[in-house]
């Protein structure tokens, strides 16, 4: 564990930000925080929502959704807190796993203002770049952060970004979660929830809530699978709106809850590229390019095509199994059809959140020509010699090409709730008015 760095804690408000204590078995970062909101308030009370931000998607050490968290407090025992948070890290932590790492950082008032441009930029990069720990190990002995980290300590990245979100609420857009949590002797086994329940909360809160359900795959998406203490989360526009929708979820008895504000739903994670050749593994982008290859279904189900930039680069792009129905949308693209695309890059493939169909590339098509008289198509004479309508005797040379409809419409399209990634933007949040949006639902 690391010491105070000698800072003298006499300061009335505090930022906690806490990161990587949960396992694939069990815990998850944001149940601490909402047991810490809870016990805090023996040394203080709370001073705003408590935070739930996501950092980049395809960071490997990640347990599920790569989820940090932030609460801020106002306190006379700044250093009783600390030995709190600290202690019970320690207790609820699941240390036993390899990729349990966690960190706390803690900011006092008296540095608010010195951090805050500071740690929006670490903030923005740790959801958008890869951070190696030394650069948050130094970055955290050069500012004189309070901090504590347990094993190899990777959890202070998440944790600093999570200040950098708290300490600049206003430079980031925001949605929110309901969290509903399980009773503890219940985790572990399967959550005894009312799915009709959920497909009524959605309608009567979407699309100011999103992906509780899924439509088209008939699957309830809000509540997880894994042995975590989550029984359900419901995200949307406002507090007011989520706990609404939490209200008419009918389901097994909740132990807390807690509602978070979050980057989540808001396409923060997403670099816009230039060109082909700048795009990097582990990194998620705002592509533009013309499709040049066909798309193919490959083994598994997942549907792959390239996309060509002007410099004439190429990248596969690919709709996984995953996604479901947008596979259909996917297998219809042609080569030459202008497209914009959003998502991750992995293994040099873009995995595809988002696609806009800017341009559809005219497809044309032969057919036997129609025989002037009665209309109908006109049968092969023989090789080489034309075509004919049996009934009426009329010739013709040829075959007619013609411009055939395409199954398709500009505009803008998202993979199913079942297939959404934390951080993309749900086009039931997209307001534009100068695109068709074709939003999931
Ligand atoms: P859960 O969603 O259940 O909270 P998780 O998916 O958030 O789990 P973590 O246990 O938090 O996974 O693991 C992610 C780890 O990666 C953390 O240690 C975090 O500090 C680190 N990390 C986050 N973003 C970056 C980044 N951009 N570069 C390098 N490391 C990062």
């Known amino acids: 564990m690391e010491k105070h760095h000698g800072i003298k804690l006499d300061t009335e408000k505090m930022i906690i930000g806490i990161d990587d204590t949960d396992s694939n078995e069990g815990m998850c970062t944001t149940y601490l925080g909402a047991l810490l909101l809870e016990e805090l308030q023996e040394y203080g009370t709370v001073e705003a929502l408590p935070l739930l931000v996501r950092l980049n998607p395809t960071i490997p050490y990640k347990t599920r959704g790569n989820a940090?968290?932030?609460?801020?407090?106002?306190?006379?025992?700044?250093?009783?807190?600390?030995?709190?948070?600290?202690?019970?890290?320690?207790?609820?932590?699941?240390?036993?796993?390899?990729?349990?790492?966690?960190?706390?950082?803690?900011?006092?008032?008296?540095?608010?203002?010195?951090?805050?441009?500071?740690?929006?930029?670490?903030?923005?990069?740790?959801?958008?770049?890869?951070?190696?720990?030394?650069?948050?190990?130094?970055?955290?002995?050069?500012?004189?952060?309070?901090?504590?980290?347990?094993?190899?300590?990777?959890?202070?990245?998440?944790?600093?970004?999570?200040?950098?979100?708290?300490?600049?609420?206003?430079?980031?857009?925001?949605?929110?979660?309901?969290?509903?949590?399980?009773?503890?002797?219940?985790?572990?086994?399967?959550?005894?929830?009312?799915?009709?329940?959920?497909?009524?909360?959605?309608?009567?809160?979407?699309?100011?809530?999103?992906?509780?359900?899924?439509?088209?795959?008939?699957?309830?998406?809000?509540?997880?699978?894994?042995?975590?203490?989550?029984?359900?989360?419901?995200?949307?526009?406002?507090?007011?709106?989520?706990?609404?929708?939490?209200?008419?979820?009918?389901?097994?008895?909740?132990e807390r809850f807690a509602v978070y504000r979050t980057n989540q739903g808001t396409d923060m994670h997403l670099l816009p590229a230039q060109n082909i050749a700048e795009i990097r593994d582990m990194h998620s982008y705002r592509l533009e390019g013309t499709v040049s290859t066909a798309p193919k279904t490959i083994e598994g189900g997942h549907v792959i095509f390239a996309v060509l930039d002007r410099e004439g680069d190429e990248i596969d792009c690919a709709a996984f199994e995953p996604t479901k129905n947008f596979r259909y949308l996917i297998r219809k693209l042609v080569p030459g059809d202008r497209v914009i695309l959003s998502g991750s890059v992995t293994s040099g493939t873009l995995n595809i959140e988002k696609i806009e169909l800017k341009a559809l590339t005219p497809v044309y098509r032969e057919e036997n020509p129609k025989c002037p008289e009665c209309g109908k198509h006109m049968k092969s004479a023989g090789q080489g010699q034309g075509f004919r309508c049996k009934k009426c005797g009329t010739m013709s040379l040829s075959k007619v090409k013609y411009e055939a409809e395409r199954d398709l419409e500009p505009g803008l399209y998202e993979v199913p709730p079942c297939a959404r990634r934390h951080l993309a933007k749900p086009l039931a949040r997209d307001k534009r008015q100068d695109i068709r949006l074709h939003p999931a639902r």
Not at 72 to 99: F, N, Q, W, Y
Not at 165 to 173: F, Q, T, V
Not at 187 to 204: C, I, L, M, P
Request: aromatic share 8%.
């Open 68 to 254: 940090a968290v932030a609460l801020k407090l106002k306190t006379d025992c700044p250093e009783k807190v600390i030995a709190h948070v600290t202690s019970r890290i320690g207790e609820l932590a699941r240390m036993e796993c390899e990729k349990t790492n966690p960190g706390a950082v803690f900011i006092l008032e008296k540095d608010y203002e010195t951090l805050k441009p500071v740690l929006m930029s670490f903030l923005e990069e740790a959801v958008k770049e890869v951070i190696e720990i030394d650069n948050a190990k130094d970055l955290i002995s050069e500012l004189g952060i309070a901090s504590k980290s347990f094993k190899n300590g990777r959890g202070i990245i998440g944790a600093l970004a999570a200040c950098g979100a708290m300490l600049n609420p206003e430079k980031w857009d925001c949605t929110f979660e309901y969290l509903a949590y399980r009773q503890k002797e219940k985790w572990g086994t399967q959550r005894d929830v009312d799915k009709d329940s959920f497909f009524e909360a959605d309608r009567e809160t979407y699309p100011e809530t999103w992906d509780t359900v899924d439509l088209t795959n008939r699957l309830v998406v809000c509540v997880p699978r894994s042995g975590d203490p989550v029984l359900f989360g419901i995200r949307g526009e406002n507090p007011e709106i989520v706990s609404k929708a939490a209200a008419l979820i009918r389901a097994e008895p909740v």
